[in-house]
């Protein structure tokens, strides 16, 4: 497997994780986001999507980064450094819509990087 294909098996499973809390606390999202212990775990997993993109783009893997629009990719920066530098201060309100709606978009882009001939993988696998 690809350093490049590990990265995203990553960000996906981040995302798959952040699903799994969000139907396992059989709460709403407002109410998730209150809570003392599911709270830091949803930030570190969007903390852990920000740092695997960075490796990309570190990396050089411009192929894998030009899926997602300038927008996502400074979205995802910008709120890893918000949660990460103001971690007190956070608007629930700005994880919520990231939730919501930024996450399943970028699942929706990745899964079918991994059935490109550059990226071969069963999604199932993952």
């Known amino acids: 497997?690809?350093?490049a294909l590990g990265r995203l098996e990553k960000i996906y499973n981040c995302i798959?994780?952040?699903e799994f809390i969000l139907n396992s606390a059989d709460l709403k999202i407002t109410q998730v986001l209150e809570d003392k212990i599911v709270k830091p775990a949803i930030r570190m997993n969007l903390i852990r999507i920000a740092e695997q993109f960075s490796k990309l783009k570190d990396e050089n893997e411009f192929k894998i980064l030009e899926n997602f629009s300038n927008e996502d990719l400074k979205?995802?920066?910008?709120v890893?450094?918000?949660i990460a530098h103001d971690y007190d201060s956070v608007d629930d309100?700005?994880?919520e819509d990231v939730v919501r709606v930024n996450l399943p978009a970028l699942k929706k882009i990745i899964q079918p990087l991994f059935s490109t001939k550059s990226v071969k993988v069963d999604i199932d696998e993952l």
């Open 16 to 18: 798959e994780d952040i």
């Open 93 to 95: 309100e700005i994880i």
């Open 75 to 78: 979205g995802i920066s910008a």
């Open 1 to 3: 497997m690809s350093k």
């Open 80 to 82: 890893r450094n918000y």
